[in-house]
């Protein structure tokens, strides 16, 4: 299909499936390319190695950015074992061999469950993560790795689950939950140490970002044959899930007054009856920092927060916009 320019400002979330050799820019330069400059962002970056959900927010979805990016994820990974690579993947330089006959699926399946739960770790030097204002693997290419104080960088991340899915020969396949700023390699290069052995990762599918499931994403490929159709492919701002409470203003002169910036003073009945905590849950809160503002209509109109007062009310203010 031809290549269609427009000027129309887009706003929502898009799901791209990222194929593998592409960098996550790439997908904003096929954008630019098709509909001209656009406010955008990418929930999350993948590496060339890596496939699987992207997801894309334009114009007034940018402002939940942060928020989506807090969200845990999924991946679904392939170790090869017997060797290990500088960048921990197929892409990388062999430094080291070991034996790896010995590796066993019951012997795999207990390291993946001794390896749920929370834990510092350090990100690998082949990363994009930056040091005095280059990403590290600037370093490691340029044969500056030593000059890196990688413990620095160390940080908590949590497995959720992870779970061997298949075993043959000197390959398996694993699939992992995680918080976010989790680096796969790493776990993989774990559990071929606590194997007795090396690997590398060979494969890599982001699963699940932001809330979404590889199935619900598009192609570049599919989007391209679809360029009219291209706003029906978008996630409106309303739609988009955050793991965030939601509080609904129902009254239309309250809503007003919130986007001015009021810090509005309502009493705590009114306040309970319109929270719903995450799960369907409704408990007496005290202080929320963040929350899901809709108006009588359900519709998001900001991200606001909430602190009791001396006299048993609560007051409510809208921290950022999103109308």
């Not at 509909?35 to 890596?50: E, I, M, S």
């Not at 960048?87 to 399946?109: A, K």
């Not at 619900?216 to 391209?224: D, G, N, V």
Request: some cysteine; aromatic content about 8%.
């Amino acid at each position: 299909m031809e290549k269609r320019k427009s000027r129309k400002a887009f706003s929502g979330l898009l799901l791209v499936e990222k194929p593998y050799e592409m960098v996550s820019k790439d997908v904003s330069r096929w954008v630019q390319r098709h509909f001209g400059r656009q406010k955008l962002g990418h929930v999350g970056t993948l590496d060339p190695l890596a496939s699987g959900v992207l997801p894309v927010v334009f114009g007034k979805a940018t402002r939940l950015q942060d928020y989506l990016l807090e969200m845990d994820k999924s991946y679904e990974f392939d170790i090869k074992f017997g060797q290990a690579t500088v960048t921990l993947d197929v892409e990388g330089e062999v430094y080291e061999e070991m034996p790896h006959d010995h590796v066993n699926e019951l012997e795999l399946r207990k390291i993946a469950t001794g390896l749920v739960g929370a834990f510092p770790q350090v990100p690998p030097l082949y990363s994009a993560v930056k040091y005095e204002g280059k990403p590290l693997y600037e370093y490691a290419r340029a044969g500056r790795g030593d000059e890196v104080p990688l413990e620095r960088f160390k940080k908590d991340v949590e497995i959720h689950g992870l779970e061997l899915l298949k075993f043959e020969e000197d390959t398996a396949t694993f699939s992992v939950s995680c918080s976010k700023g989790t680096y796969v390699r790493v776990i993989a290069d774990t559990i071929a140490r606590n194997a007795g052995t090396c690997g590398h990762v060979t494969r890599l599918v982001r699963t699940k970002a932001a809330g979404f499931a590889l199935e619900q994403c598009y192609s570049l490929e599919f989007l391209t044959e679809n360029l009219d159709r291209f706003e029906e492919f978008l996630i409106p701002l309303g739609k988009i899930p955050l793991q965030l409470p939601k509080w609904q203003a129902v009254d239309d002169d309250l809503v007003r007054r919130l986007k001015m910036g009021q810090t509005m003073h309502v009493d705590m009945r009114f306040f309970e009856d319109g929270l719903e905590q995450m799960g369907d849950r409704r408990v007496r809160i005290h202080s929320i920092d963040r929350m899901l503002l809709l108006d009588k209509d359900s519709r998001s109109f900001g991200i606001g927060s909430a602190s009791i007062l001396n006299s048993g009310r609560m007051a409510v203010q809208m921290r950022r916009g999103l109308s």
